[in-house]
């Protein structure tokens, strides 16, 4: 089992409305929270949470993480005056499958969410939302395949997010000759980055005849950068990343793709990441694309 883990509290003046990639369960005071992934291949969660203050008066926010069968797992209280931003207030990093997470505001609950259902807007701080229901839903299946590995694209079925009964070595870039590159360890899924973007819109029922980034790039329809929105493809001959703009409003906007980023001790190649969308918008190899229907 995970500890409990508690982490510094922010304070900041009350100046504008919060940002969007938090899910917020009420206004004035905004409460709110988010979900980060922490351990390989899904499945616990470390939440931060704030208390965004604008008011003229004095409110307090207790975070609780509940284990059925077990009991509460952390129990914690927060405390923001007039005009107070707490922001990452309370971190808790045993959110597993089958806990609740509790959130009360000034002793009144506010929020029962179990950590199966988490919706897409909370699991990444870097991810920020889409109006429009379609591309929402595509990025939940997306973000729920954070940490999958990477296959390479001569992996079959297995890029799409098949998970193999026994562990399997994939061929790169010349399929069926030479050396297998990428492990896929047995039940894991895993994804090359055309299979992901291919079953995110699948997921969320969106006609996508596309199965690799060429087809993509000579088949969506083309939009400029200037004019990119959360969901949108970046995508040039040999990779395709999907765009999810600046939800934690640092000023670096972000990509979701999957790409063989580290090792990890069996082998497997750690694949479905954020990264900075900063380079792929300035490549001109990467073009902008919009998938219709969305």
Partial sequence: MLATLSIGVSVFAFTSPARADYTFYRTEPHTGACWNKV?????????????????????????????PGVGLQSSESYTAGPGEW??????????????????????????????????????????ATSPSVKIRTALSYGLAALDSVYTGACAGNYRFGAAPSTGVWHYGASCNSGQGN?????????????????????YAGVPFGWTSSTAMKNGIPQISKSYIQVGDLLVKYGHVAVYLGDGDGDGIPSVLEATPEWTNPDGSKTGVIISNATSYLQDSAYTAHRVPGT
């Avoid at 089958?98 to 950590?115: K, M, S, T, V």
């Fill in 182 to 202: 990428y492990y896929q360890p047995a039940g894991v899924r895993g994804f090359d980055c055309s299979g992901l973007v291919y079953k995110m819109f699948e």
């Fill in 39 to 67: 351990n390989a291949y899904g499945g616990v969660y470390q939440v931060t949470n704030n208390l965004l203050n604008g008011t003229a008066y004095t409110h307090t926010a207790t975070v609780q993480n509940y284990r």
């Fill in 86 to 127: 707490k922001v990452g207030g309370i971190a808790h990093v045993a959110i597993v499958p089958g806990d609740e997470f509790r959130y009360y505001l000034n002793g009144a609950l506010i929020a029962g969410i179990p950590a199966h259902g988490i919706p897409f807007y909370m699991q990444n701080c870097k991810v």
